[in-house]
């Protein structure tokens, strides 16, 4: 459930035409709107009734400051990955108390940052890792809160790019060896261990991976206990899958069911993760129809968006919808929608059935808002777009557009090249 409709046959984000911002601001460029933003954060926040939580925004699915702000509004807590989204973070007004770490790579400045800021729990991903917590506390006299990150074996049944739970995965610490390296961190003078974490991965469209990892959890949850470890955090990651096509994934309350009828009785304190199914239908993608190109047996729509503004279709063959911003009876075409970077794999739809887009035109890439602006890069020189949020009948630019000064900004010339 999103705002952007067609209303008398012009797209809209909530009351605001779609064409006047594109006037206004020129394209391409991200839209986001404020009521969806929302309503998805709260659906998320209110599924799980009489369970004691907290929503843990994953950070890199757009990590712009207005839409963190927004769920820090809400009450919501913070997932980073990077020193780079604490420091985002904790400018957007989260407490560091509600932000929780995760990620395989986190280097000793990182570590540092986030014992400084006092976050509420390191995700644990190898043994090595705990050690260097426990030695960066111990330099600061301080105590480390963490959980491990187990990686439950579970097939998340969704694109290999995206699926993090496996064996064969580089994520987490495997589920035979999660025991060990719990009583390795319970050993460890400088950490306290607070919790237990689970992210199996993205774009998930069934309960069931999600209640076998779970399960997986609790079984080590109640072993660790045995053993005089106590787990009071119980995060369990985000991946809830969202409709770009066809999909039909379960809406957070089917989901909710699940997770509190599995840790039904348990007293533990549950953290989410959700990213995608927040932000991910909240935002869409502007761009303007440049040529058309008919060659042999293809029809090309070649727009001023690319690969570089929205990867996604170019790195896992993902579906966005494309719709046109002004509707009209018009024939269809099969066509490829493609982008001006050089490069054959910059496409935002392949061989797609669609409305006979001409020059000149404004197309909308639906469901951009996650993954989106935060993979955007400036391969060939092109600046980065800007992003604008819409609250009911007003626009504002949360991010302006880069300039072509922008592209060289910190580049220097070697006194030896003349
Ligand atoms: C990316 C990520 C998330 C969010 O995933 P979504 O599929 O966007 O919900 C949550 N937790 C971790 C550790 C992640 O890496």
Known sequence: MHYFDYVADELHCEQVPVRRIAEEVGTPFYLYSHATLRRHFLAVQEAFPDTERLVC??????????ILRLFADLGGGLDIVSGGELYRGLKAGFAPGRIVYSGVGKRVDEIDYALDSGILQFNVESFQELDLIDQRAAARNTIAPVAIRVNPDVDPKTHPYISTGLKKNKFGINHRDAPEAYRHADRLP??????IDCHIGSQITEVQPFRDALKSLMELIGELRGEGIDIRNLDIGGGLGITYGDEQPPDPGEYARTVMEVMAGSGLRLILEPGRVIVGNAGILVASVL???????????????????LLRPSLY?????????????RPEIRADVV???CESGDFLAQDRQMPDLQPGELLAVMSAGAYGFCMSSNYCSRPRVPEVMVKDDQFHVIRQRERVADLIRGESLPPFVK
């Open 190 to 195: 400088h950490l306290e261990v607070v919790g």
């Open 317 to 329: 063959q993902a579906y966005h919808e494309i719709r046109p911003v002004r509707r009209r009876k």
């Open 291 to 309: 040529y058309r190109k008919h060659s042999e047996d293809k029809e090309f729509v070649i727009t001023d968006a690319g690969m570089n503004d």
């Open 339 to 341: 982008g001006p970077i």
């Open 57 to 66: 925004y994953s950070a890199k699915a757009n990590t712009s400051q207005a």
